[in-house]
């Protein structure tokens, strides 16, 4: 068992606070064309929720490829790819207590036309592809993601 860098460290009240997770966030293409990166980062912010890191970048097809390397065999790898490289991205770790789940729900699901308003997806996603932003499922995939995207590496 480990955490995301966290040792569960107690407090000055002796409440031990484990659940700080981190968790890899991309706006996609299409959440930067539309000019909502910043109503995004808003509504992570306002649910108290820390923007950890940040940076824009266009994401390379080897990138992409490693990012979404569980997808591969699946109908929609080709499709995906050519719209996650489409354009620039902005990627960001965002950390707090069990932000992988909270990410996940602010998120939505991953098909915006089964997304409730008031979901990022819901609110500015246009199909089951082009639906705005991307976060990890797993604190297993958290770490590899944020390595892959802020390790020390050429991206
Ligand atoms: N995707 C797609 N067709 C599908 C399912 C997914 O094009 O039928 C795309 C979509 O952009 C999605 C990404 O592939 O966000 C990764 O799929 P996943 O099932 O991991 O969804 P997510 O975790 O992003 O909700
Ligand atoms: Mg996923």
């Not at 109503?39 to 649910?47: D, L, P, Q, V």
């Not at 997304?115 to 958290?142: K, Y």
């Amino acid at each position: 068992m480990s955490g995301c860098g966290n040792s569960g460290k107690s407090d000055i009240r002796g409440e031990i606070d484990n659940n700080i997770e981190k968790s890899l966030v991309v706006v996609k293409p299409d959440g930067v064309r539309k000019k909502v990166i910043g109503e995004i980062i808003s509504r992570f912010e306002k649910e108290d929720l820390n923007i950890e890191k940040l940076k824009m970048l266009r994401i390379s097809r080897e990138l992409a490829h490693r990012h979404y390397q569980d997808h591969k065999d699946k109908s929609f790898f080709d499709i995906l790819i050519e719209y996650i490289t489409s354009g620039p991205v902005v990627a960001m770790v965002i950390s707090g207590e069990n932000a992988i789940a909270r990410v996940r729900g602010l998120i939505g699901p991953t098909d915006p036309r089964k997304a409730e308003r008031g979901t990022i997806r819901g609110d500015f996603g246009d199909d089951i592809t082009v639906n705005v932003i991307h976060g990890s499922d797993s604190m297993e995939n958290a770490r590899r993601e944020i390595e892959l995207f802020f390790g020390q590496s050429k991206w």
